[in-house]
């Protein structure tokens, strides 16, 4: 019954199988996929479906401390649990890697209707303060204009 819930679909990214045709991809991968296709997305970068994707894109250049990991956690448990029904989402861990300049973003699910725990972990890499103040150029100087001109 669970598998004929998961169903199949068109592999991300698409490409072609073995004889030419459209590759697809059912049961875990095929959640998988959705997965790290509504995290990658940010919203309001589908036209036809604005609201779709999640949030963390809001945060590539947020400080990595311990508030934007728990803002990233919120986000990705709102975003799963709207646009994929499919799972229960048990926890998001949240790990910085600031060296990395990544943040290392584990999803803990249950495919709904079934007690088989699942993981998987999706890379989110940030421009910290640290990195966009390494040899980036700041802004330019406003130029002044003398009174009287």
Same mark, same amino acid.
């Given at each position: 019954?669970?598998e004929?819930?998961?169903?199949?679909?068109?592999?991300?990214?698409? *490409?072609t199988?073995?004889?030419g045709?459209?590759?697809? #991809?059912?049961?875990?991968?095929?959640? !998988? =996929? $959705?997965?790290?296709? +509504?995290?990658g997305?940010?919203?309001?970068?589908r036209p036809?479906?604005?609201?779709?994707?999640?949030?963390?894109h809001?945060?590539?250049?947020a400080?990595m401390?311990?508030?934007?990991?728990?803002?990233?956690?919120?986000?990705?448990?709102?975003?799963?649990? *709207?646009?994929?029904?499919?799972?229960?989402?048990?926890? #998001?861990?949240?790990?910085?890697a600031? !060296? =990395? $300049?990544?943040?290392? +973003?584990?999803?803990?699910?249950?495919?709904?209707g079934?007690?088989?725990?699942?993981?998987l972990?999706?890379?989110?890499?940030?421009?910290?303060?640290?990195?966009?103040?390494?040899?980036?150029?700041?802004?330019?100087?406003?130029?002044?204009?003398?009174?009287?001109?």
């Open positions: 019954m669970a004929e819930f998961i169903g199949r679909g068109w592999a991300f990214p698409v *490409r199988d073995a004889t045709g459209i590759a697809m #991809v059912e049961r875990v991968r095929e959640i !998988e =996929e $959705a997965i790290r296709l +509504i995290l997305t940010a919203p309001g970068e036809m479906r604005p609201d779709f994707g999640c949030g963390i809001d945060q590539v250049f400080p401390d311990a508030t934007t990991a728990g803002h990233i956690a919120h986000q990705v448990r709102r975003a799963l649990e *709207r646009w994929e029904p499919r799972i229960d989402v048990q926890d #998001v861990v949240v790990t910085l600031p !060296e =990395e $300049a990544t943040i290392w +973003i584990d999803v803990r699910f249950l495919i709904s079934s007690n088989s725990p699942r993981n972990v999706f890379p989110f890499y940030v421009i910290g303060e640290e990195a966009a103040g390494s040899g980036l150029p700041g802004p330019l100087p406003v130029p002044t204009v003398p009174e009287g001109q």
